[in-house]
């Protein structure tokens, strides 16, 4: 028998495994899910809990499932350590994370079945630096999208992280695959199926708004609050999760409101911004006028743990508010599929935008969005990069897209097939639908 476990600790997670669950099958493994119900619920991000309702129904396959539960740090639980550590060589785990988060202060480094490390984004490699528990693991395979990725991720190492986790990174089994996650584009379904379901016009191409992040990632800096924060009224709820179908009281908003005032009138560079009057809110308002003038309809998809504006909220020609629970294609896969252009702020969406042949334009923001150099390193706009690169992607200040978008061509936003082969190369590795088999190709 044999036997294909997915380490699931968020529903999203299932947005790269299901067309490796699919592959699976279609190999003959018995696979497994196993939820993580130490996830918090009463969190920002609590509509993420990985409950085992959330597991794909894929044709006539029944997928197993069991739980645990996780330490909060790390993803460590002596059941689940247990539990693994009775695998065997017929056995394949998939984690997007690296093995030693799972292990704590044990010197056991030695699995007795192999363990894939899906590659998925910058994240895989924050995972090598100020990491306490860090050390090599037998029987591992860490899977990336290209070899520019394996690049920039050990000069990001090697920069921000000791000579241990450079040697760690070094030792590991690192083969390039491609991504399964842009797999499941080959499901996506027909065009006018997926205008009926969203409620898009007959014929209608869309212009797709991914609304800015809005965290104050940086304590440092107010510029967040000056950009979006003060257009934003999401209630929230004690447990720490959004209702976007509500607004704050009104004497919270007030205060909430005043708050921010009081932080960007002692900032600098955020007061600058706000007198100017750089923020999102015109940002969509000229982004809308783009999609009027190139017969564009305006969609936004926005992410349920962020807060979102009123005004883009009044003003956008459909909202899609998505759970990340479908997963077989994601949401974000079929509005791609109706798309002509896709904007959004240093977002890694960009790359599922090149893979499905829509052209993405990026808003920059503030040095100050990022707390510091680390968080900024895989975010660079100059051209060639992820975010600028001619005939993919291309990035824009705020102030240039409120002074000039209205008045461009959707012409100006055409993807060149040429660069696009190039892009692919450098930051997906393939576009053959094929990443999940290169996968198991390597067991």
Same mark, same amino acid.
């Given at each position: ?79 689940? +350590? ?12 998939? =984690? ?31 995972? #090598? ?61 027909? =065009? ?29 800096? !107010? ?17 720490? #999760? ?7 009281? #009104? ?34 308002? !000229?982004?809308?006028?783009? !999609? ?73 923001? =503030? ?51 040429? +660069? ?9 590795? #393939?576009?053959?639908?094929?990443? =999940? ?7």
């Amino acid at each position: 028998m044999k036997r294909a476990i997915f380490l699931v600790h968020r529903t999203m997670y299932y947005r790269y495994y299901t067309p490796l669950i699919k592959e699976a099958f279609l190999r003959e493994y018995d696979v497994e899910a196993w939820h993580d119900y130490g996830y918090p619920k009463e969190c920002s991000k609590g509509r993420a809990f990985p409950d085992i309702g959330s597991t794909p129904k894929l044709l006539d396959n029944a997928i197993k499932t069991r739980v645990f539960t996780s330490n909060a740090t790390f993803f460590y639980n002596q059941e689940l +350590k247990s539990n693994l550590m009775a695998l065997g060589d017929n056995d394949v785990v998939f =984690s997007l994370h690296q093995p030693f988060l799972y292990w704590r202060n044990e010197r056991e480094c030695k699995l007795p079945f192999r363990w894939i490390a899906l590659g998925h984004a910058a994240d895989d490699f924050f995972e #090598f630096t100020n990491n306490k528990e860090l050390r090599s693991f037998s029987n591992t395979i860490f899977v990336v999208f290209t070899n520019k990725w394996i690049d920039m991720g050990r000069e990001f190492i090697n920069r921000f992280s000791g000579q241990r986790s450079l040697e760690v990174f070094n030792n590991l089994s690192v083969k390039v695959t491609g991504q399964p996650e842009f797999d499941s584009f080959a499901d996506v379904g027909n =065009s006018e199926l997926i205008r009926n379901k969203y409620g898009i016009p007959e014929g209608k191409k869309i212009l797709l708004y991914l609304p800015f992040p809005y965290q104050n990632w940086n304590p440092k800096s !107010a510029w967040e609050r000056a950009f979006a924060g003060l257009g934003m009224n999401t209630l929230v709820h004690k447990e720490g #999760f959004l209702d976007h179908k509500k607004k704050q009281p #009104f004497f919270q908003k007030i205060l909430s409101g005043a708050k921010d005032v009081n932080f960007i009138l002692r900032d600098p560079e955020a007061f600058a911004w706000w007198r100017r009057g750089i923020t999102e809110d015109r940002v969509f308002k !000229a982004i809308k006028e783009f !999609a009027r003038r190139n017969d564009l309809f305006l969609v936004i998809k926005p992410r349920l743990k962020f807060p979102i504006s009123e005004y883009i909220k009044k003003n956008a020609d459909l909202f899609v508010f998505d759970d990340e629970t479908q997963n077989n294609p994601p949401v974000l896969k079929e509005l791609l599929s109706l798309a002509s252009l896709a904007v959004s702020y240093y977002s890694f969406s960009v790359l599922s935008a090149a893979f499905a042949n829509v052209y993405h334009l990026n808003i920059l923001t =503030s040095d100050s969005f990022f707390p510091d150099e680390k968080g900024r390193y895989f975010f660079s706009d100059k051209a060639p990069s992820l975010f600028n690169y001619p005939g993919v992607s291309r990035s824009l200040t705020a102030q240039e897209v409120i002074s000039k978008i209205a008045g461009m061509d959707l012409n100006d936003f055409r993807i060149d097939a040429d +660069k696009k082969s190039e892009y692919i190369k450098d930051y997906i590795g #393939f576009d053959d639908y094929n990443s =999940s088999k290169r996968i198991f190709d390597l067991l």
